[in-house]
């Protein structure tokens, strides 16, 4: 029996698609980061009960955090951006947290900006909040660990190759670390980093989506926490490609997932449809339910999957839309992406 509802909501499921296709299913990702990196920092004397802790989010990480503290004792206060939606909102405010939003953006890196700069004000007027700098801080990394362990143990002694949305840069970057560890180095874990257009993490910024950005992946500022040499491969997706690729994997495999979700299945189908050795293993952040209105209700227009394919680049200069494929190769960061 779980001693608090974050156990139950953090553990992933591992949902078999096909043969070398698996979904990590979680319904909120970020609470078991979330609760790993609170838990060492309390163990290590860097914060206490009673403390708050602080931090910016579109969404995701403000209720993992939230969730966190109402476990462990801790105020909680988010600095977050216009998408942190209602269900969101009213369950940060049962769970005793604090959101301050910031004015509404159509630039993301406008709002990514004005997020940080008042996450400095408050330190600044109260020393005594911990920024948990969820995008800088590899303490994120810690919860991962036994998802790994998962991985490996549901999936046998068999190569992997792992595909999922780069936000913060902790959860791939965590998943390929510890499937890594102990490997032969001809059995080595591909990890494969899926981006939305206009992000400087991967050097996609001067590509515009029409449509939307993909919310909790991508950003307009440097994150410390990507260790972009730990990707194989990296995949940019719009929004109509994202879309089609959530609207298949609920008609196919019943599985409701965010649009970052539907982003990472349809580079997974592709990575094992190209690589038959390999079993391939597809990160579904979060549930669709934010994505009701906007993704779903508009599945009339999603593309037949067998009909996208991404267009191969060499370098970030050829990126193009709906959807682009490079081999990255442990490249270091671009030069935007520098910390």
Known sequence: MDAHVADAVGRPDLVRLDDRLICLRFETMKVLSADAAVRRLLADGAVAP????????????????ALACHRHGMRCHIVGSTTVDEAVRVQLELLGATLERMPPSSDLKLDQSRRVARIRELLEADPRLHWMRQYHDDVHYLGYRPVADAIRSAAGPVPLTVVGGVGSGASTGALGRFLRAGEPPGERTRLAGVQPFGSVTFGSEHVHDPEIIIAGIGSSIPFGNVDHGGYDSVHWTGFTAALSGSVDLMRRHAVFAG????????AARWERAHDPSRTVVVVAADTGHRYLHSVFARHGEATPLDELEPVPVRHTGELALPWSRMEWAGAPAPTLAST
């Open 50 to 65: 009673g403390d708050t802790l602080l931090d910016s989010s579109s969404g995701i990480y403000a209720y993992a955090l």
């Open 259 to 266: 649009l970052s979700s539907g982003a990472a299945y349809l």
